[in-house]
């Protein structure tokens, strides 16, 4: 019968029962839409403007262009938006090590881990916003994100000591326990990068790197027994 709809055809303005979806875009879409908004208003607000102390969820919801509701539908707490985005910062620096692992194989030890720790610190200094993230905002925020805080740092130093029981394996480097050393390294990266990016270190960015390169260095060169 002419004018008359078909059960699921689109009106416009409204969900089709048939598809779920809503100016072209299912449900599903729409949530990760939302989502999306919501972690790049917090990490520019978190990483670039006023920190994670001094956000509130009208703020962020605002900078995001959307209601504190929906704000809500995605997220329980700032703080569990602070806690994906210190994940997604990390897994982008892990992310950008792996890439260069394949085209490292045929470096000796010294070679091979500078090119490692260069690519992690693009990784992770590439964006401003994400080292404040990784090494400001997250302290102290409560025992479950330093507990998160914890297992990355954790486990960027199995990392080392895999790359390190490999080298070892290959003849490359002497025998020893590295993990002691790793942990070391990685807690001093924390530590010089906080105090940097916070402005208690007068150096440049590639100053502060090259200083780290040369620990990491100094660990890997070090005889067995000292």
Known sequence: MEGSRRSGERVAGRITPASGRYG???????????RRRLLEAGLELFGAGPGYRG???????QAAGLS????????????????ELHLQVNDVAEQTVLAVLPELDDLDPIDRYTAMFRAY???????????RIAFVE?????????????????RWVDFLCAQAD??????????????????????????????????????????????LLHMLLGVLRAPAGE
């Open 24 to 34: 072209g875009r299912t449900a599903a879409e729409r949530q990760a839409e939302r």
């Open 55 to 61: 956000t509130t969820v009208t703020a962020l919801s």
């Open 68 to 83: 504190t509701r929906q704000f809500y539908e995605e997220f329980r707490t700032l703080e569990d938006l602070l806690a």
């Open 121 to 131: 610190a693009a990784g992770i200094t590439g964006d401003p916003r994400h080292t």
């Open 138 to 154: 997250i302290i102290g925020v409560s025992p479950r994100l330093d507990e998160q805080r914890l297992a990355r740092r954790a």
């Open 166 to 211: 490999a080298a070892v394996a290959r003849g490359e480097l002497a025998p020893r326990d590295y993990r002691l050393a790793a942990t070391a390294f990685i807690g001093s990266i924390n530590g010089l990068m906080h105090d940097w990016a916070v402005g208690w270190v007068e150096a440049s960015l590639d100053q502060v790197v090259d200083e």
